[in-house]
């Protein structure tokens, strides 16, 4: 089995560590929600050897994780865990979260479980880091970004971009507030939220 790749992974990740390094620089264990092909958890975990990256995703994506650990061979990045937000969440205590590319992807009951999730997972002082496009008062933020949601709801029905404001709602629901919302290239953005016990 060869590594599996993703272009928008390494287009994407040099601006999202510029972000990381920042906000997770106080931080030690991350859990990352949706790893997908394991490059995040790899070029994120050398870069930022304080930290703990803990990558998980469904169980069929959990080999091609496997691969790109492996051959990056960091203590920090301990083996992926099999984690379906419908199903069971560790047991750990993270003091940040990370996801990319994921609530478009997920069923919106799926992206709502998600959120309910966090406060057993995490300690009083975390912070939540999400990344992927987001649209403003129901407004798509490019043409771009309509014509994706276009494709992903043809590829499934439940898939489509989410509105920051309601994302923002599930967050408060779980006890966090919006603390950053950066603007990212080709029309993404990279939110952070943080417990409101911080």
Known sequence: MEK???????????????QLRE??????????????????????????PHLIWQ?????????GIRLWLDAAALPNAPAPLQLDVTGSWPQWRYDAVFSANTLHIMAWHEVQQMFAALPQV??????VAI?????????FT?????????????????????????????????GFELAEDVAM???????LWRRRSA
Not at 122 to 127: E, M, R, S
Not at 157 to 165: F, L, S
Not at 185 to 191: D, F, M, T, V
């Open 4 to 18: 599996p790749y993703s272009p928008a992974s390494e287009r994407n990740r040099a601006p999202i560590l510029a």
């Open 23 to 48: 906000w997770f620089a106080d931080r030690r264990h991350v859990l990352e929600i949706g790893s997908g092909t394991g490059q995040h958890a790899a070029h994120f975990a050398q870069a930022m």
């Open 55 to 63: 990558s998980s995703d469904r169980a069929e994506h959990l080999p």
């Open 122 to 127: 995490t300690t009083d002082d975390a912070c």
């Open 131 to 139: 990344y992927g496009p987001f649209n403003r008062d129901g407004q």
């Open 142 to 174: 490019s043409d771009s970004n309509a014509a994706f949601d276009r494709e992903l709801k043809m590829r499934a029905p439940h898939m489509g971009i989410r509105d920051a404001a309601a994302v923002d709602e599930l967050a408060a629901t779980a």
């Open 185 to 191: 290239p080709a029309n993404n953005y990279l939110r």
